[in-house]
């Protein structure tokens, strides 16, 4: 399958590109910026420094991707964005890379940002996550794997999303959402299990049970963070919950109550 150019379009002669890229009109794309086999670019997307993309991404139009951080520390560095295979970036998607000299910003494979997400500087995000309109990650924000942000929704630097949480339409993330939960409001709670998440992800109906009691314990006991997690040690633990408890363990910014 042979690369396809528009010829409206203005592609850096040190851009690299692989097998079967198909760039629509009025594209730009850089130097430095490294795209993978058969990606889409439909109109009007502009991809920028030093940006290393996977295979199989699709980008429609106005996005803005690889561009230089917000960060006003940056002061024009070196810095990176990495992004793996099978992606879908909606319209007017923006993601910025580093900011400090070598450093990046990491998105995984198969994940959807609907149109107007943005992914800011140093952010780390996994694998088959969504982003529904206008979510939007500070720098340095971790969103590990089959996490959904919902619309108009907004994570402050530093805070992380874990696994297979879900975070409601139009809240403000200011903690760290602890894996497998549902969080909404502002400023957010976390109100219950992501219990259609674990079914739709093939999780046990028994470590999804020991989930549902590490949540009891966390959020309807009555026992502070500490006391909480004194009580999950005691209790039978599975795959999920031990994920849980480590998050938990590693929060800098203490989890979202």
Known sequence: MDTSIHPSS?????????????????????????????????????????????????????????????????????????IGDGNKFRECVTINRGTAPGEKTVVGSFNNLLAYAHIAHNCIVGNHCIFSNNGTLGGHVTMED????????????????????????????????????????????????NKVGMERKGVPEESAQRVRQAFKILYASGLNTAQAMEALAKEPTCPETEHLIAFIRGSQRGIIR
């Open 10 to 82: 203005v592609v850096s002669p040190e851009a690299e590109l692989g097998e079967g890229v198909t760039i629509g009109p009025f594209c730009i794309v850089g130097g430095g910026v490294k795209i993978g086999d058969r990606c889409v670019l439909h109109s009007h997307v502009v991809l920028q420094g030093s940006s290393e993309i996977g295979r199989e991404n699709e980008f429609f139009p106005f996005c803005s991707i690889g561009g230089v951080t917000q960060d006003l520390k940056y002061a024009g560095e070196p810095t990176y964005l990495t």
């Open 146 to 193: 089959h996490a959904i942000i919902g619309g108009l929704s907004a994570v402050h630097q530093f805070c992380r999303i874990g696994k297979m949480s879900i975070i409601g339409g139009c809240t403000k993330i200011t903690q760290d959402v602890p894996p497998f939960m549902m969080a909404d409001g502002n400023p957010a709670q976390v109100r219950s299990v």
